[in-house]
């Protein structure tokens, strides 16, 4: 199993450009999650998803989408890019244990700079 | 709802000597307990979990924690580090199910040599 993956690892964008972070999972987990990272402030959870076609709000959603079309993907989409988003950007998903305790396994992040 | 303070945003230490990070959760309920650790340009990792049962929980890379229901703790141990354990460290409390999981803010483990 490859595990989280997240792709690209880095991006530069200009103020105003959109894009998407990609992410996929092998582990058919049906909760996924974004968070960003930035220094001193620990993950803010920015959208989460528990199935296909299910999305929610997390802490920090605005100026982000998700969309969750399978169990594999979940994208997250910048419409306008602004400086204050500017981070390093996690994506998680999450297998539940016997006892129901949630474990989540991370991507290795993206890093995105928006100048 | 969870909350969680990790008490020590850096904590340098020499190798070889012993480390404790610290970590206090608030809930109402009860909560499983998580450790995750973020090695330098990685995305973060299951260290260890307390579940139910024995208090002391060990996990990988010689770590072990101790879940204090009166105190409301779970700290974060080992008795012997290694420049190897230089990564940022996550306490992260959960109230199971749906609830997710509440990050704290990290604290960066230094090791001198």
């Known amino acids: 199993n490859a595990g989280v993956t997240q792709t690209p690892k880095f991006r530069i964008l200009k103020i105003g450009q959109s894009m998407t972070l990609q992410c996929t999972q092998d582990m058919n987990h049906n909760y996924m999650y974004w968070y960003r990272q930035d220094p001193g402030m620990g993950l803010k959870l920015i959208y989460y998803s528990v199935g296909a076609g299910i999305t929610d709000k997390g802490e920090v959603p605005n100026g982000y989408n998700v969309s969750r079309s399978t169990t594999e993907d979940f994208p997250l989409r910048l419409e306008l890019a602004a400086p204050s988003q500017t981070s390093v950007y996690f994506c998680?998903?999450?297998?539940?244990?016997?006892?129901?305790?949630?474990?989540?396994?991370f991507g290795p992040g993206t890093r995105l700079l928006v100048l | 709802a969870q909350s969680v303070t990790q008490l020590d945003s850096q904590v340098p230490v020499f190798e070889e000597a012993p480390v404790e990070l610290r970590c206090n959760y608030s809930s109402s309920v009860s909560v499983y307990l998580f450790w995750y650790v973020q090695y330098p340009n990685q995305g973060l990792q299951l260290l260890l979990k307390y579940l139910s049962g024995s208090t002391l929980v060990k996990g990988i890379n010689g770590f072990e924690a101790e879940f204090n229901k009166s105190q409301t703790s779970f700290h974060l141990r080992k008795p012997s580090v290694h420049i190897s354990d230089t990564a940022e460290y996550f306490c992260?409390?959960?109230?199971?199910?749906?609830?997710?999981?509440?990050f704290g803010k990290g604290t960066h483990l230094i090791i001198q040599p």
């Open positions: 998680a998903s999450s297998y539940f244990g016997s006892a129901g305790e949630e474990t989540q396994y």
């Open positions: 992260a409390p959960s109230g199971g199910g749906a609830d997710g999981l509440t």
